[in-house]
């Protein structure tokens, strides 16, 4: 089953996928409508300069997932989430994030991606310099790499009733800018762009996905 949501990016992360009676394995295909600043569930909110992002037009938002933040610019990214009841998915965190990575690599494959290009990570966490910040300079187990870059970034949210894994790849990319959000001291070189796909079809890869989860 795939799932359309619309809104802002705390909206979006704010959904209840177990909310109701009778949920079933799903794909949410969200489309952010307004620009944020996203930190992982671990960061501080003291860590970005407010005053600079609301001059940038960002809400600064947390999530419920690890990692670092992620800059949700309406139209750069296509964000598609996997959500699973208790059981369908392996109860290991590592070994479920390693299943969807692979997922999302054969639905990268099938909407024309050079298969040679891509591979899924199957070892431990990879840090940079930029990493305790911003999510796409380090590369944890499942993310899907293309070449030797994160194309493919998840982070994972598990409750009683089951697990969301949430997914991103971007249209574009423009980490840079993400430099002068943060209020504390940063690395002297730039953050490292991820890969990205301008002209991914963000519905067909929901569709994708959606028929590996059923």
Do not use: Y
């Not at 070892?123 to 499942?142: A, Y």
């Amino acid at each position: 089953m795939i799932r359309i949501h619309d809104g802002s990016p705390g909206d979006l992360h704010a959904l209840d996928p177990f909310a109701g009676p009778g949920s079933v394995p799903s794909v949410f295909r969200c489309v952010p409508t307004s620009a944020a600043l996203v930190l992982g569930s671990r960061q501080s909110p003291h860590i970005v300069n407010r005053e600079r992002c609301l001059q940038a037009g960002l809400e600064v938002v947390t999530r419920r997932s690890g990692g670092g933040a992620v800059l949700i610019i309406p139209g750069d990214v296509v964000w598609i989430d996997v959500v699973a009841p208790r059981g369908v998915l392996p109860d290991d965190v590592r070994a479920s994030m390693v299943m969807i990575g692979q997922w999302w690599c054969q639905a990268l494959i099938d909407e024309g991606v050079d298969a040679a290009q891509l591979s899924v990570h199957q070892g431990g966490m990879v840090s940079s310099s930029w990493s305790d910040l911003v999510c796409f300079t380090g590369i944890g187990p499942g993310e899907v790499l293309m070449g030797d870059r994160k194309l493919v970034g998840l982070s994972q949210r598990r409750t009683r009733h089951g697990v969301r894994i949430q997914g991103l790849v971007h249209l574009r990319t423009n980490l840079a800018s993400m430099v002068p959000l943060f209020d504390v001291a940063v690395p002297d070189s730039a953050p490292t762009e991820p890969a990205c796909l301008p002209d991914v079809d963000g519905g067909a890869l929901a569709e994708r996905l959606a028929v590996q989860l059923c």
